[in-house]
């Protein structure tokens, strides 16, 4: 085949812990979402997992795992985040990567990934052999086999960063069109000036590297990319077909590969439905004779370079100004606040620097006299994260490079020592100078990164280098008018989010009331002596030991809770006094509501931090429901005597009676809808007396349903009851036009469609359970918008 075509995604997300926790916490602009990261998954890493093809009719025909497909960035920070919450996305990632090997003669569609995303140019030589040997180490973890590809950050690049991909066993990389600075065929004496972006891009070119390693190197179709994510090509899927296969030569003998590179987010989140076009234009390339689909391995072990090339160092994809995006105010910017200067960018860059600069040798030096080989210590770190530095991965890592038993505190110096690094690289990570504020999440983030390496350092090196740091902050510019320098933003942003060991034991105290996990960076156990239930509120007290995985540091506390309704919340901590003391305590907090001068540090509401407020509210928004249920029941009676005298009833009584009729609603559907007439007589006294239904909630209530039955259906493959269900749900739907998220019942139903054609043949054979197990699957696949055929 001498035409093949490429297709990759540089799927990724910046870290978004609290370094101080190891969570992401509610991020109110991603709302309805918990978070950005989930609002990504929802609109872009899940529905790629099962892209929809759909006829003429909108009724889907085909489910294309595009990663199975298609060249992509397996970034570190993102597919860590995936495993622990969307497991299943996480799953399907991982097969896709073992699908394409069959498809694509052992090579994989993953690449690998420098490890956050910092700017390589911009990083010193030992965080860059870090970078790399952590995003080597990572992706082998998780796939099962060595990396062949490695994605810059950025696709900014030097030959250092090459030089030490090269030397970690890494094949390729890839390029923007414009890095490429000369180029000329393997053993010919003259070079050829392609600068400016006019390198041919439909072949890979061997980079000769000072140690006398080489990679290759494939430079993108940059036209295309550009239609891709900053046009309308992906609003046809045909139409993206057709412009990669008119990318070929016309007429051309020689093999060619076309192939662009986009940012993965493209695919479903910057462009909605984005991955449907991709799915498409997957199938419409497979469909044709005269060329096929490939991956970047595959292509390079096939036809290796002919040609050899110079890059253009510190270059990148997204600054025209080679990577002072990163570090300056070259004009660069979002666009979404074009009069907004960037000058903030050169103060956070050298205040990050400084930090760096000042930490690693003396960390390297304290690191020296507890290990056997530092610089091996710094590279298998990695393993204590990708572990969630859990006991076994912690002692398997001190076993290994402990030169001898260690103390507890040495123990703990070497941890925190590591975590110190670890912060130190994700302070550096390329989003902190990417947008158009300081202010702005990114920023934020690198800041908080660069407070908890700061701290480490104070608690481990006995060096402070906070008031340096934000003194260079200091002279940073603000665009929001809230804040008069970065170092206002420091103190404002990123000091409350820290969180010491007692702040932590506080967390978990008020977490205990509602049955919530504490940080998963934490071991906490508690001894709860003390506990109340009643109608308007809980407590607990007790003695708690608590202890970061992640640097050993650990305390006991005694610790104190009452939850008396969002706006009372009180939460004590202080060192262990004794039961006689606790007790005490208890009695005057649920006495008076008060907690004692004895304990020495006190929270209250307005203490709670955004992400606390989240998930309690959550447990405490259904007992207001089922208070506003229990008004309307006690008031059931007068309300339906004025209503016989013709009395116009006040709003607040209105808006009770919508919540009733709701909540009557959704328990219909939450129950399976067993009478379908009865939910229409309910919604027509609705209509009649011009009450409106919660179109949200009843529609959510309905998607879980049915995604509950269609899993009952997979789970018992001859019981049609499930199905029957699914169909009475959908058809209680209808009456209000619900919206319906029905992305996993759709997903079942096609998995179910084998199992379909036996049992099928089974009715034809006069089985009756069979055929009206088939008949139910039709009925529920048509609800679904799934082709039956």
């Not at 859990?390 to 402990?402: G, I, K, N, Q, Y």
């Not at 908080?448 to 006995?462: C, Y």
């Not at 709860?528 to 239930?533: A, K, M, P, S, V």
């Not at 309905?702 to 259906?713: C, H, P, T, Y």
């Amino acid at each position: 085949m001498d035409r093949a075509i490429c297709i990759h995604g540089h799927f990724y997300q910046p870290p978004r812990e609290n370094p101080w926790l190891g969570e992401v916490e509610v991020q109110r602009s991603a709302a309805p979402y918990h978070d950005w990261n989930e609002r990504v998954a929802a609109e872009c890493y899940a529905p790629n997992t099962a892209a929809r093809i759909l006829d003429a009719e909108g009724v889907i025909v085909e489910v294309v795992n595009t990663y199975s497909r298609i060249s992509f960035t397996a970034a570190p920070t993102l597919l860590s985040w995936l495993e622990q919450h969307r497991p299943g996305v996480y799953e399907a990632i991982i097969d896709a990567d073992l699908e394409s090997r069959e498809r694509y003669a052992g090579h994989g569609s993953a690449i690998a990934s420098c490890y956050n995303h910092l700017i390589m140019p911009l990083a010193t030589r030992e965080d860059k052999r870090t970078q790399i040997a952590w995003g080597v180490r990572d992706f082998a973890a998780r796939f099962g086999r060595e990396p062949e590809g490695m994605w810059l950050p950025e696709t900014a690049v030097d030959i250092e960063s090459l030089d030490l991909m090269a030397e970690a066993g890494i094949r390729f990389t890839i390029l923007a069109p414009h890095q490429a600075g000369k180029v000329r065929a393997i053993g010919a004496d003259g070079w050829t000036d392609v600068s400016g972006g006019r390198v041919e891009t439909r072949m890979p070119y061997l980079c000769r590297l000072p140690s006398g390693r080489s990679i290759a190197i494939f430079f993108y179709n940059g036209a295309i990319a550009r239609d891709v994510a900053f046009g309308d090509l992906l609003s046809d899927g045909r139409r993206f077909a057709g412009r990669l296969l008119g990318a070929f030569s016309r007429g051309g003998k020689r093999l060619e590969l076309v192939h662009v590179a986009t940012d993965g987010e493209t695919y479903g989140h910057h462009r909605k439905f984005g991955e449907m076009a991709l799915a498409y234009c997957l199938r419409a390339i497979e469909a044709q004779d005269d060329a096929r689909l490939t991956v970047y391995g595959e292509f390079l072990a096939a036809h290796p370079p002919t040609h050899e090339v110079v890059i253009q160092e510190r270059t990148s994809w997204s600054c025209t100004h080679g990577v002072e995006r990163w570090r300056r105010e070259c004009g660069c910017h979002s666009g979404a606040h074009p009069g907004w200067s960037q000058a903030w960018r050169e103060p956070l860059r050298e205040a990050v620097d400084m930090v760096r600069d000042t930490l690693a040798p003396r960390s390297a030096e304290a690191l020296e006299r507890l290990v056997h080989d530092p610089e091996k210590a710094r590279d298998d770190a990695v393993d204590l994260v990708i572990g969630r530095w859990s006991d076994e991965a912690v002692e398997t890592f001190l076993s290994r490079h402990a030169p001898r038993d260690l103390a507890p505190d040495e123990r703990r110096r070497i941890l925190a020592l590591l975590e110190m690094g670890r912060q130190a690289m994700l302070m550096q990570t390329s989003c902190g100078w990417f947008f158009d504020d300081l202010t702005e999440p990114g920023s934020i983030q690198v800041m908080r990164h660069a407070g908890r390496a700061m701290e480490l350092v104070r608690q481990t090196l006995g060096l402070d280098l906070e008031p340096a740091f934000i003194e260079i902050l200091d002279r940073a510019p603000v665009n929001d008018p809230g804040y008069a320098t970065g170092a206002a933003v420091y103190e404002a942003l990123v000091r409350p989010a820290a969180r010491d060991l007692a702040r932590v034991g506080a967390r978990s105290a008020l977490y205990e009331l509602f049955g919530l996990e504490p940080p998963a960076m934490y071991a906490v156990e508690g001894d709860w002596r003390y506990r109340l239930e009643d109608d308007s509120r809980r407590g607990r007290a007790g003695t708690v030991r608590v202890r970061s995985r992640v640097t050993g540091e650990e305390a006991l506390y005694d610790l104190i809770a009452l939850f008396a309704g969002m706006d009372r919340v009180l939460l004590g901590v202080r060192e262990p006094g004794g039961d006689e003391v606790l007790r005490a305590a208890w009695e005057e907090v649920t006495g008076s509501g008060t907690i004692p001068g004895v304990f020495a540090r006190v929270y209250t509401s307005p203490d709670l931090s955004d992400e606390e407020r989240w998930a309690t509210a959550r447990q405490v928004l259904p007992g207001i429901g089922e208070a506003a249920s229990a008004v309307y029941r006690d008031a059931a009676a007068l309300i339906r005597v004025a209503e016989d005298l013709g009395i116009p009833a006040p709003g607040a009584v209105i808006r009770l009676m919508e919540h009733a009729c709701n909540e009557r609603l959704c328990a219909m559907l939450e129950e399976g809808c067993a009478d379908p007439d009865r939910f229409g007589v309910l919604a027509g006294e609705m209509r009649a007396k011009n009450l409106r239904p919660d179109l949200a909630a009843l529609g959510e209530a309905a998607s879980r349903r049915i995604a509950l039955s269609i899993g009952e259906a997979a789970d018992r493959p001859a019981d049609p009851a499930p199905l029957e269900e699914a169909v009475r749900i959908a058809r209680c739907a209808k009456v209000f036009s619900l919206p319906l998220s029905l992305w996993e019942s759709q997903n079942a139903a096609i998995g179910m469609l084998r199992h379909y054609g036996e049992m099928q043949r089974r009715a034809g054979e006069g089985d009756r359970n069979a055929e009206r197990w088939a008949e139910a699957f039709r009925r529920a696949a048509a609800c679904l918008g799934v082709r039956v055929t």
